[in-house]
């Protein structure tokens, strides 16, 4: 599937594409998903992409009122954590999981090395680092 995703204009460069594989299992895949949805809540071309019902779209505030409320329920610090968090926190893990970074920036839609800021060190990194320095 192909994504032809309308973010904040940067650079001027617009629109922003990323290719979207299968991924299994079924239920972790976004294509998957995304065609589940559709079918569920069908939409026409110029409908908002995401909809709770055939006449009522999903609002960002909807969105990170959910987020806190399901942060909330698992413990995590509501106040530390928004939906950009969910940003870091994918950059990070597909880093930490062997994703090449230029296919996490590209991914991203960063145009400039500002994608590294975003990544979280491992939990091993500070370790690495100051055994690597004392040799």
């Not at 239920?27 to 908002?48: E, G, H, L, Q």
């Not at 491992?122 to 680092?129: A, G, N, Q």
Request: glycine share 6%; with cysteine; hydrophobic share 35%.
């Amino acid at each position: 599937m192909k994504l032809k995703w309308a973010k904040n204009m940067q650079d001027g460069l617009q629109p922003h594409h990323i290719r979207i594989p299968k991924v299994e299992p079924e239920y972790a895949d976004p294509v998957a998903s995304f065609i589940k949805m559709c079918r569920i809540v069908p939409a026409n071309n110029n409908s908002p992409l995401f909809m709770l019902n055939p006449l009522q779209p999903l609002f960002v505030e909807q969105l990170r009122k959910t987020f806190r409320a399901l942060c909330q329920e698992i413990g995590l610090d509501v106040q530390a954590l928004s939906l950009h968090s969910l940003r870091r926190g994918g950059a990070s893990e597909a880093y930490h999981k062997g994703a090449s970074p230029l296919d996490i920036q590209r991914h991203g839609g960063w145009n400039s090395s500002t994608f590294w800021d975003y990544i979280y060190p491992s939990l091993s990194s500070p370790h690495s680092v100051c055994q690597a320095l004392s040799r």
